[in-house]
């Protein structure tokens, strides 16, 4: 996701990532960006700062969980530093070196992602509502009710919708909360899953990549 007010600066950085083989969304505000972001959570943000309206310093927070690189024309040092520490994963200033944003944008998606909100209670993918706590996820307004085990694969494929995640990566993951679920038996709950939310809304939200595991369909 592309936030930034400069229309040839947005131009350019899509038609770039676009041609690097990414899926691209913009935004001109710091109000446009959290509408979106309400809806639909993006695998990393490239923000500038000087918004109008809300401020990126100000939309950085509201951006927890997702790898935010700020792309500025502030070169302050003591200004970088804050907001590194105030979540961000990276600073490029303008101007900047195509070659070298598409080479850290490669490294922050290599990192393991966490959840969206905050609250890892709550994970939301496109109208999607996963609810761990109560062990079950909301498609078009209704409540559908999914076991622990269920609940623990979803969440893990919701977190990383659009990417291929691995069987040995998703056993890994929820062996600690939900050991009875085997290699074996996975296949058979994530049939689980796709049957139960497909009976809601027709739509098959989980793909198997074959040799590889699953992907959830954002």
Do not use: W
């Not at 690189?69 to 900047?96: M, Q, W």
């Amino acid at each position: 996701m592309i936030i930034d007010d400069d229309l040839y600066i947005n131009k350019m950085l899509e038609e770039a990532l676009v041609q690097a083989g990414y899926s691209v969304t913009k935004a001109f505000s710091g109000k446009e960006a959290l509408e979106i972001v309400s809806k639909v959570r993006p695998d990393l943000v490239l923000l500038d700062l000087m918004l109008p309206g809300l401020s990126g310093e100000g939309l950085l927070p509201h951006l927890r969980g997702i790898p935010v690189i700020v792309v500025s024309a502030k070169i302050d040092v003591k200004n970088k530093v804050e907001l590194l520490l105030g979540g961000a994963a990276d600073y490029v200033t303008k101007p900047f070196d195509m070659d070298e944003l598409l080479a850290r944008i490669t490294v922050q998606l290599r990192k393991p992602q966490t959840t969206d909100s905050g609250n890892d209670d709550f994970v939301c993918v496109e109208g999607v509502k996963l609810n761990t706590a109560l062990l079950q996820v909301n498609v078009e307004g209704t409540e559908v009710a999914l076991t622990r085990t269920e609940c623990a694969i979803l969440k893990i494929l919701m977190v990383n919708a659009g990417r291929p995640v691995g069987r040995s990566t998703i056993l890994d993951r929820i062996s600690l909360d939900t050991p009875d679920c085997t290699e074996r038996s996975l296949k058979q709950h994530i049939s689980n899953i796709r049957k139960k939310l497909q009976a809601v809304d027709e739509t098959d939200h989980i793909e198997a990549i074959y040799g590889i595991g699953f992907k959830y369909i954002s």
